[in-house]
């Protein structure tokens, strides 16, 4: 789990480029949740640099032993590319030179060919992604990983949202996250959670309004 510095930093972070808001957001799964998170919104040079750093720490502070990241299209293609960088130049890795890999939607049948860019998978492969909804990334993602060899060894997002699946009347027992986790056995690290983004409403006078939405909410539909 990440530092908890380094959670409230990403989540005050997100705030402040304008992926975190408050409010009322019709959602994919239909439901009317009081905040959105929408990474598409790193979309800047700094920012996406900021936020490759937050990825890495993550990593770094979950002790996670690894050899390389995969970045599912297209999210992850540029998630990858930018932590990589950030991982070379982390203190806690001695200068260590982290490759990278990423897949296209349709595999080439000139040039280099195949639908992998990017580094040979081996090892203990980390996916990178933004966040985790229906586990179809993870599962193509795992999939690809195995059939070159190489091990699956952690999922690393950016939030998560601790919020079961379903109709009101017959929610899910469990998260997405977790039902990841569970069905690849492997751990899912997060920069953020739903819990780290409570705790900065609570300490920020500025944002006591959206507290009761934002708790009832994760009442409702929080694991």
């Known amino acids: ?52 750093q937050f990825y890495a720490q993550a990593l770094v502070d979950s002790g996670i032993a690894f050899d390389m990241l995969f970045g599912p299209a297209y999210k992850g293609i540029p998630l990858a590319a930018t932590t990589a960088v950030a991982l070379a130049a982390h203190p806690a890795l001695g200068g260590r030179d982290v490759p990278f890999a990423f897949n296209r939607k349709e595999a080439k049948d000139h040039g280099e060919g195949g639908s992998l860019i990017g580094a040979p998978l081996r090892g203990k492969v980390v996916i990178i992604d933004d966040v985790i909804t229906a586990g179809t990334s993870v599962r193509e993602s795992v999939e690809i990983i195995r059939a070159a060899g190489a091990q699956p060894a952690a999922v690393l997002i950016s939030l998560d949202r601790m919020e079961r699946a379903g109709p009101d009347a017959a929610l899910s027992a469990h998260s997405a996250v977790q039902d990841v986790a569970a069905a690849y056995g492997m751990p899912v690290i997060s920069i953020a959670s739903l819990s780290d983004i409570m705790a900065v409403l609570e300490g920020d006078p500025a944002l006591a309004e959206h507290r009761q939405a934002v708790s009832a909410y994760r009442l409702k539909y929080g694991v």
């Open 1 to 52: 789990m990440a530092d908890s510095s380094n959670r409230a930093d990403f989540v005050r972070f997100s705030l402040e480029q304008g992926v975190l808001s408050f409010g009322q957001f019709k959602v994919k799964s239909g439901r009317v949740s009081p905040y959105f998170f929408n990474a598409g919104l790193f979309n800047t040079g700094r920012s996406a640099g900021r936020l490759a």
